[in-house]
């Protein structure tokens, strides 16, 4: 299976330069601009590859049913579901759908999981983008008790940045009255990063990494949980090269992969 879609670019900093600005994936709509709702399969179990327009593709792997979009709301569809620990209310998030249990296989719509619920066996994520690009953060949720998460950052020329997070970096979500089970890990940032549970981040790169030609983004998570909002630092194309729709005070550009 090879899905192609796009996600919503949205603008959220100021221009780096003349022409680039950083925006951020936030995985609300499709290449159509249609939603992408709670439950909604990106990926399956056997290695297929889920398209996003010019920007990246994503594998996923491991004992998991596939990378399913969250909707990290108290109010979306479904919610409150059986993962009351994925609500940090930052909107959609990625997650690795479990294969535990028969009923968290369902979609009585084809391609939408009934019970969207993430795997406690984790999994890995591969983003390998058409050109190297400068990854500017990530909000990670759930990591917790045992839910380790493992960043890798690799280069154009194969060189790599690490960011090792362990256990109850994020804490619990407010819901169980901890914290707001979500951090924002700085993936410019070459030191090591205090998480809002209380863990740090370890840092580790080679020497000459290059970090504005990022070409693969990996993901390794240790047991369940999710990320959303990935910011990269995105380049506005002159008039009329592209197709741009205005969503709010942000940009949505919309391009399919020829």
């Known amino acids: 299976m090879r899905s192609l879609a796009t996600c919503a670019i949205v603008a959220a900093a100021a221009a780096t330069s003349a022409?680039?600005?950083?925006?951020?994936?936030?995985?609300?709509?499709?290449?159509?601009?249609?939603?992408?709702?709670?439950?909604?399969?990106?990926?399956?179990?056997?290695?297929?590859?889920?398209?996003?327009?010019?920007?990246?593709?994503?594998?996923?792997?491991?004992?998991?049913?596939?990378?399913?979009?969250?909707?990290?709301?108290?109010?979306?569809p479904n919610n409150p579901g059986p993962d009351l620990d994925l609500l940090a209310g930052i909107g959609n998030l990625v997650m690795l759908q479990t294969s535990s249990g028969s009923a968290n296989g369902n979609q009585t719509t084809p391609g939408i999981f009934d019970n969207p619920n993430d795997s406690a066996a984790g999994g890995e994520y591969t983003l390998d983008f058409d050109n190297p690009t400068e990854l500017v953060s990530i909000d990670l949720v759930d990591v917790d008790d045992g839910n380790a998460i493992f960043v890798t950052l690799t280069d154009a020329n194969g060189l790599t940045r690490t960011y090792d997070v362990p256990n109850m970096w994020t804490g619990e979500p407010v819901i169980n009255g901890m914290s707001d089970g979500f951090g924002s890990l700085l993936l410019l940032d070459a030191n090591d990063q205090a998480g809002?549970?209380?863990?740090?981040?370890i840092f580790a790169e080679d020497a000459g990494y290059d970090a504005s030609q990022v070409a693969s983004l990996h993901i390794d998570f240790d047991g369940s949980g999710g990320w959303g909002n990935l910011r990269f630092v995105g380049i506005v194309p002159a008039p009329g090269t592209m197709a741009l729709a205005f969503v709010g005070f942000g940009i949505a550009g919309v391009r399919r992969r020829r």
């Open 196 to 201: 809002p549970g209380g863990t740090t981040a």
């Open 19 to 76: 022409n680039a600005m950083v925006s951020v994936i936030d995985w609300s709509v499709d290449g159509s601009l249609s939603p992408l709702v709670n439950g909604q399969q990106l990926t399956d179990s056997s290695g297929s590859i889920f398209d996003f327009g010019t920007l990246f593709t994503m594998t996923t792997t491991g004992n998991n049913r596939g990378a399913t979009v969250f909707d990290s709301s108290e109010t979306g």
